[in-house]
Every structure is written in structure tokens, then in C-alpha cells.
């Protein structure tokens, strides 16, 4: 028992002594649960904006597709954890596609672009 316990603290020793920048950076689950939430109220936000009519039914299909690439990309980077750059990504991402339909709400054109 007690070479197990000397073993035990060798180890936590040798990783208390790693650098913190090599040191693996944890995701909480609360982030990937917020993800995901804001990719379910993007496709909400495009759903209601056409149903409003103040995108037209183009402008919307583009969005949704934008919206689609952003949860595929999540789906993707989820499968082996989410690093803190994936994190970022998919969080420049979400607000791209945001600030996009923010923009076609108020060009008023109802065309694409």
C-alpha cells in the first residue's frame, strides 16, 4: 500500500510541474451547452424573421444554411471534445451568421446579398 501511495504522489508531483501553457484546457459543460444553444436560437431567430416576413423566403434559406454548416462544424469538433480555438471558432461563427441576418432584416430589399 504504501508503494502505491509513494507512486501516486510521484505522479501528482510530475504534473503540478508541468507548465500551465501545456496543461489541457477543460470545457465545462455548461459552454457546450451554451453552444448549442445559441446554434437552436439562431435557426429560431431565421424561422420567426421569415415567418414575420422580414427576410424573404430566399434570404432565409441561405441563412438556414449558413446556420446548418455552423452545427455540422459543432457536431464535428464535439466528437473528440471541444478545444478552446474550436470554442472560439464556432462562437465567430454563430455570430457571423447572426450579424448576417441582423443586416438582411433591415435592408428591406427582400433579395439575398
Not at 508503494?3 to 470545457?27: D, F, G, N
Not at 455548461?30 to 421569415?50: F, H, K
Not at 478552446?84 to 438582411?104: D, I, K, M, P, S
Amino acid at each position: 500500500m504504501r508503494k502505491v501511495t509513494m507512486s501516486l504522489l510521484a505522479a501528482a508531483a510530475a504534473l503540478a510541474s508541468v507548465p500551465a501553457s501545456a496543461q489541457v484546457w477543460r470545457l465545462l459543460p455548461s459552454v457546450r451547452n451554451e453552444i448549442q444553444s445559441d446554434i437552436n436560437q439562431l435557426r429560431n431567430q431565421i424561422q420567426r424573421a421569415q415567418q414575420r416576413r422580414t427576410i424573404s423566403p430566399r434570404e432565409a434559406t441561405g441563412l438556414r444554411r449558413q446556420a446548418l454548416t455552423v452545427q455540422r462544424n459543432y457536431n464535428r469538433y464535439a466528437r473528440n471534445g471541444l478545444s478552446l480555438g474550436e470554442v472560439r471558432a464556432l462562437e465567430a461563427q454563430v455570430n457571423t451568421v447572426r450579424r448576417r441576418l441582423r443586416l438582411e432584416r433591415r435592408d428591406w430589399d427582400r433579395r439575398r446579398g
